[in-house]
């Protein structure tokens, strides 16, 4: 069975600082990892993935991913924060096996402060 | 492409009564997943489908949930009996592969259940 832990319940930054929202997984397999941010009062939109390659994965409006499977984690980044982006980001993880599901973790509330 | 749509998007129900939240994928794409989403559980998986057929129901509760997809542009999640503690959002979404790999989920916007 695999787990996230995103270990940040709330994170609150002042636009134009960087950021890093934490995700540690425990599964033994292969694995597909996965976030996704979640806007109040909608539903969750893509934003980026990694299966293999390069650990770090560009996404959508300069967030990045970084995967380390020695410390079992996949952090999100971004340089450079605007209000916008205020919003709930989910760490996700699914086995690589066929018709598995994906398990999301708790949420980090990110806050942005104009 | 209009997205996943759900509808409705609240719900309200009285204690005790059935409520059926319906689900449009996007088109062409071939798997359907249900989850629940609670301040304190979070996202909860329920079930999904693959080419129509049910793949895993895992964390569907057994005595009043029950998920169908009768054809590939819609599918329905019913709640009967409804309790307190079914009130949560209700997020449906769709994948356009087989869910063979890395595939991205596209979520609707949700159904907002509150059971009085």
């Known amino acids: 069975t695999q787990t996230v832990s995103q270990s940040d319940a709330h994170v609150t930054v002042f636009e134009g600082d960087s950021v890093e929202l934490r995700c540690n997984y425990s599964?033994?397999?292969?694995?597909?990892l996965s976030w996704y941010i979640q806007h109040h009062g909608r539903g969750l939109q893509f934003l980026l993935k990694?299966?293999?390659?390069?650990?770090v994965v560009q996404g959508v409006n300069g967030f990045e991913a970084e995967f380390s499977k020695s410390d079992s984690s996949f952090h999100l980044r971004k340089a450079s924060v605007h209000w916008s982006d205020s919003a709930v980001y989910f760490c996700?993880?699914?086995?690589?096996?066929?018709?598995?599901?994906?398990?999301f973790g708790q949420g980090t509330s990110l806050s942005v402060v104009p | 492409n209009a997205g996943v749509i759900q509808t409705p998007r609240h719900k309200v129900t009285g204690k005790g009564q059935e409520a059926t939240l319906w689900c449009e994928p996007i088109?062409?794409?071939?798997?359907v997943f249900w989850y629940r989403q609670t301040i304190v559980q979070g996202l909860e998986f329920l079930t999904y489908?693959?080419?129509?057929?049910?793949?895993?129901d895992s964390g569907m509760p057994k005595e009043r949930f029950s998920a169908q997809m009768p054809n590939q542009s819609h599918s329905t999640l019913k709640i009967q009996s409804t309790q307190p503690q079914d009130s949560a959002v209700y997020l449906c979404?769709?994948?356009?592969?087989?869910?063979?790999?890395?595939?991205?989920?596209?979520f609707g916007a949700g159904t907002r259940l509150s059971v009085l």
């Open positions: 979404a769709s994948s356009g592969r087989d869910w063979g790999g890395p595939d991205t989920l596209y």
């Open positions: 599964y033994g397999g292969s694995i597909y």
């Open positions: 990694y299966y293999s390659g390069n650990p």
């Open positions: 996700a993880v699914r086995a690589s096996s066929s018709f598995s599901k994906l398990v």
């Open positions: 088109s062409g794409h071939s798997a």
């Open positions: 489908f693959r080419n129509q057929a049910p793949i895993d």
